[in-house]
């Protein structure tokens, strides 16, 4: 009888309780979106398991001895994950655009500020009892607004790990739903006219500007701001091995295996940190919220900058590619082309929102490494 | 810490932010615009040279008049035989 005892006690519907069951339809949540709607399935699959095992009872697989608890240890408490994701990245991303025309680097510069006005903001909810947000939290918080997952998970496992995980799954939520989130925005804040405007053809650009623009970059980051120098170093990298054409079999692997490998991993460890304790709480809500107001703003002001760099300029600039300075590679670019193809048929805004795009990923690594060095 | 301490805070840090990351791209902008006019003031002495490459090209292939002759010859000989 006794036997019988122990092994009831050592069944999951003994130790079942109701947050972590929870925490259990959360992570069925997630799979859902992933797998039935297409929102970002590559992580949220791996995200959504992760928070399933990690709440399985008597398991413990996120606790010290369980392997969630190892991959979150080596991959994300370290830093190393998000990184060397951002290295693939770098390998995927294409600069030409905005070596082109480097003035839509203003444009990723003006859609930073949806990170600054959200940290805030998520300041401004400590009035409201049950929020208690440091400025490490804040900052943790506000950089969903540069909707860049690797570098959301960075941050936020440097200043506030106990949040990581409801801020991983907000960048990356908002990120499938940049397609719904920024088109009212857009066309709120432009006329017709403006939507419609053409943009001047991009000149080519020669490859030794391609294979320079990385090292530059990585020198400029190394005089000005070291503190980014991990995220935009990575990302220097993978960039350098795709432009330099001598090492593409380097080059593949970071855009493929390596990423694809790490992406597993970071997921799984993004899923152990959804622990029923650490998840239902008030401060998830809020941090949903603010990472919505983070987008809301972030596309807001690229739309305004640009429209006053039409203003301004004397090559015409159509406001929308604005909207893609809040990286989102390339979702946000193609949403720009769509609405801007909704106002004119012939106007294809692809290629010219794409240096915007790619200048909003630069922006945001520059702007975490700011609030490292002056949060963390 | 007093909220409204956070919040000069979080207004400090706004302002330095919005600030560095401009100087940051700025400093970017001008640095691709001279990476752009080096190469390219190094390309345009090359550029005559690469067209007459290609020129040159055309000029030692085989014309095209040769090429239909030669072709014409082909189809001859496999009819004939």
């Not at chain 1, 220097?236 to 380097?250: A, K, P, T």
């Not at chain 2, 190469?39 to 292939?61: A, N």
Request: hydrophobic fraction near 55%.
């Amino acid at each position: 009888m006794d036997g019988l005892l122990n092994l009831w006690q050592a069944t999951g519907l003994a130790n079942l309780t109701f947050p972590a069951l929870s925490m259990i339809a959360v992570g069925c949540g997630l799979l859902y979106l992933a797998i039935a709607k297409g929102f970002e399935p590559l992580l949220l699959v791996p995200i959504g398991f992760g928070a399933i095992l990690t709440n399985i009872p008597v398991a413990a697989l996120a606790e010290p001895g369980g392997l969630l608890y190892y991959v979150y240890y080596i991959g994300i408490d370290s830093g190393v994950f998000p990184l060397l994701i951002f290295m693939g990245v770098g390998a995927l991303t294409d600069f030409s655009a905005l070596i082109a025309n480097p003035r839509m680097l203003l444009l990723g510069a003006a859609a930073q500020f949806g990170i600054f006005a959200t940290l805030f903001g998520a300041i401004l909810l400590n009035f409201i009892p049950g929020f208690e947000f440091t400025l490490q939290d804040a900052s943790a918080i506000a950089i969903i607004g540069g909707a860049d997952g690797p570098t959301a998970i960075f941050l936020a496992s440097k200043l506030s790990p106990e949040l990581l995980g409801a801020i991983a799954v907000a960048a990356y939520s908002y990120m499938a739903l940049v397609p719904i989130i920024q088109p009212p925005i857009m066309r709120l804040l432009t006329s017709e006219e403006e939507r419609s405007i053409a943009m001047p053809q991009l000149r080519p650009v020669s490859k030794k500007e391609k294979v320079l623009f990385p090292l530059m970059v990585l020198g400029l980051t190394l005089l000005f701001l070291p503190a980014a120098s991990p995220l935009v170093g990575m990302f220097c990298l993978g960039n350098l091995m795709r432009e330099s054409g001598v090492v593409d079999r380097l080059s593949n692997t970071a855009q493929n295996e390596l990423i694809n490998i790490t992406t597993i991993f970071l997921g799984l460890a993004v899923g152990s940190k959804l622990a029923a304790d650490q998840f239902l709480t008030v401060e998830t809500l809020g941090i949903l919220l603010l990472g919505a107001l983070a987008f809301s703003i972030g596309t807001a002001s690229g739309v305004y900058m640009a429209k006053v760099m039409n203003r301004v300029s004397s090559n015409p600039i159509n406001p929308l590619v604005g909207a893609a300075g809040v990286s989102a590679v390339p979702m946000a670019a193609r949403v720009v082309n769509k609405v801007g193809l909704e106002s004119n048929p012939h106007n294809f805004l692809l290629m010219h929102a794409m240096g915007p795009n790619v200048a909003g990923v630069l922006g945001s690594a520059v702007a975490a490494g700011i609030l490292l060095a002056l949060v963390g | 810490m007093e909220i409204s301490d956070l919040l000069l805070q979080a207004a400090n840090l706004m302002l330095t932010g919005m600030v560095g990351v401009f100087i940051f791209l700025s400093i970017l902008i001008f640095a691709v615009k001279g990476l752009s006019k080096l190469s390219t003031s190094e390309q345009s002495p090359e550029q005559p040279r690469v067209k007459s490459k290609s020129q040159r090209q055309d000029t030692s292939g085989v014309p095209a008049q040769h090429v239909a002759a030669i072709s014409a010859a082909i189809a001859q000989f496999r009819q004939n035989n």
